[in-house]
């Protein structure tokens, strides 16, 4: 299984930048990296994904090295609301031959934002 | 939508009694998975279905059985409780978008414990 090393700490200053770091370097070519996040015990919530290229939606950025061995995830003006366990994952297939893919959570980075 | 929903929120077994941990999802979403995750720990995959009537186990499947007769509900049942089932039970569903991408919905979660 392709498997995500992130460190199990960080703080940031509201509003500014926090950037994530993750490092899968036994990735595969097809497999995606995916970001959740989970808040004080609720459901995980989806973040954001990518393949090789780098993405941003409304949330956060994506940065995934050339190699596609570590990528990067930026809240750029991180808030309070921000405080969470972020999960870096990268997407295993499960058996049966199926495109269904299993995400595998490790133990997360936990975020927290000071004011 | 109310998207992910489980019940109980919370619940206290005794050790050999037997429970049934309720999920619906409204997003006609092919995919279901159980998830639990013991304190200070990631997300471990207990079960997952791809469709009505299609179930396969995930990494931590002892000790539970599951059933998938409608689109919409993803029971998870407990038969002999153990204290080491003591834990916050997650499920989620999701749906195929393009190949390999695709996200997951995860509901409030099911506190339970086994005394």
């Known amino acids: 299984d392709a498997k995500t090393t992130q460190p199990p700490s960080m703080d940031c200053a509201e509003g500014r930048a926090a950037n994530l770091p993750c490092n899968h370097s036994?990735?595969?070519?097809?497999?995606?990296v995916y970001w959740y996040r989970q808040i004080h015990s609720q459901g995980p919530q989806y973040i954001i994904h990518?393949?090789?290229n780098n993405e941003t939606n409304e949330m956060a950025s994506l940065i995934i090295t050339e190699d596609r061995k570590s990528s990067t995830l930026i809240l750029p003006h991180a808030t309070l609301r921000d405080t969470a366990v972020y999960y870096c994952?990268?997407?295993?297939?499960?058996?049966?031959?199926?495109?269904?893919?299993?995400?595998?959570f490790g133990r997360g980075t936990q975020l927290t934002v000071w004011p | 939508n109310a998207g992910v929903t489980q019940t109980p929120k919370f619940r206290i077994l005794k050790i050999g009694q037997s429970m049934t941990l309720q999920c619906t999802q409204d997003?006609?979403?092919?995919?279901m998975y159980w998830y639990r995750q013991d304190p200070g720990m990631g997300l471990k995959l207990i079960y997952y279905?791809?469709?009505?009537?299609?179930?396969d186990k995930g990494e931590v499947p002892n000790g539970y059985n599951v059933s998938r007769s409608t689109t919409e509900d993803f029971p998870l049942r407990l038969e002999l409780a153990a204290p080491s089932q003591t834990s916050v039970y997650f499920c989620?569903?999701?749906?195929?978008?393009?190949?390999?991408?695709?996200?997951?919905?995860f509901g409030p979660g099911t506190r339970l414990t086994v005394t």
């Open positions: 989620a569903s999701s749906y195929s978008k393009g190949q390999g991408a695709y996200e997951q919905y």
């Open positions: 036994t990735i595969s070519g097809n497999e995606y």
């Open positions: 990518g393949l090789k």
């Open positions: 994952i990268v997407r295993v297939a499960l058996g049966r031959g199926s495109t269904l893919g299993r995400l595998y």
């Open positions: 997003m006609n979403h092919n995919y």
């Open positions: 279905s791809v469709g009505a009537g299609i179930t």
